[in-house]
């Protein structure tokens, strides 16, 4: 996949969308989810949105 | 003044820069992947409608992807509960790297707003690689007449709960940031709730509802045909392609009449810990 998002045909496609391409290894995505989890419960206490 | 006070800083990198990831998911602990894998085609779940974002780069990806792993990869589209259905079925399946998910920024916002989540976000998924990251656009109807976010801000204050907004579903990203956004804005807005981004954009073309928050994988054909129109971005990379789109002013929150307009009364409830947003770009 790393290799797949850099393809020239991909990386255009990305871009003409406004998407940027991110790559990495798992870890680095598993600090990423965990950032994002704190992240999104600040969030969520502050708009004050639940699921019931 | 400030807007809102101090508790306004820490969102606001979330409200002026709003981006959406775009990842894939495992059912597997990666070491456990036979050295013979794979050997039969691969289970790829999008939990939203087809025609969404991460349904159009699970699409995008999936020639190539089938080309180096020499499998089949099947895409499954399981659109309902904001995702948590689909991810389900790829937490509970067999973890043996044949059953992948692909998932978006609302992976990490489901459970921050649902404690009853059938699955561990962190425990039963293993994280595969992190494919991308997108802007994402405050879009109207083009019948609704303002020409920028603070227009609308205006306009929706003289109106309050007339307009709707549309979002990929109850407690996704985009309700979230709305949602605060509309409560630090101070207007009243009615939220649709739609099974996947695709649904939410024909529902804001329709003029159903006339807000929606969206990236523009899933919007750009329908931006081009002029049937919806960008109001507003916070990444500035998305400004290259929507030259009309109002860039929103980082320090606007800080200034003394700042966007997005007059300063509420309440005061959002203080978060307990500062949020780590130095990964997003």
């Known amino acids: 996949v790393n290799r797949i998002i850099h393809l020239p045909g991909i990386a255009a496609k990305f871009d003409e969308q406004g998407m940027t391409p991110a790559g990495g290894s798992p870890a680095q995505f598993g600090a990423f989810i965990s950032s994002e989890l704190r992240r999104w419960k600040d969030a969520a206490r502050a708009a004050n949105v639940s699921a019931e | ?281």
């Open chain 2, 1 to 281: 003044m400030k807007l809102i006070g101090e508790g306004v800083g820490r969102h606001a990198r979330l409200l002026l820069a709003p981006l959406t990831a775009i990842a894939l998911l495992a059912a597997l602990a990666a070491p456990a992947l036979a050295q013979t894998w794979p050997t039969r085609p691969i289970r790829l779940i999008v939990p939203f409608a087809a025609g969404g974002a991460n349904d159009i780069v699970a699409r995008l990806i999936q020639p190539d992807l089938e080309q180096a792993l020499g499998q089949p990869i099947i895409i499954e589209n399981k659109p309902a509960a904001s995702g948590t259905v689909g991810t389900d079925q790829v937490a509970k399946a067999t973890p043996d790297g044949y059953s992948l998910l692909m998932a978006f920024t609302t992976h990490t916002v489901n459970p921050a707003v649902n404690a009853k989540l059938p699955y561990d976000t962190e425990r039963d998924l293993a994280p595969v690689v992190l494919i991308g990251k997108s802007p994402l656009l405050f879009i109207v109807n083009p019948s609704v007449p303002a020409k920028t976010l603070s227009q609308f801000v205006a306009l929706a204050k003289q109106n309050p709960r007339k307009f709707n907004y549309g979002t990929p579903g109850a407690t996704s990203q985009a309700h979230l940031v709305i949602a605060l956004w509309s409560k630090l804005a101070g207007i009243e807005m009615q939220h649709v709730p739609y099974r996947g981004g695709a649904p939410a954009v024909l529902g804001t073309v329709a003029g159903d509802v006339q807000l929606t928050l969206m990236s523009p994988i899933a919007s750009l054909a329908q931006i081009n045909a002029g049937a919806l129109r960008p109001l507003a971005t916070g990444v500035p990379s998305a400004i290259r392609i929507f030259p009309t789109c109002q860039a929103l002013p980082r320090a606007a929150f800080r200034t003394s009449k700042p966007w997005p307009g007059p300063a509420s009364s309440r005061r959002p409830e203080r978060p307990q810990r500062s949020s780590a947003a130095s990964m997003r770009k």
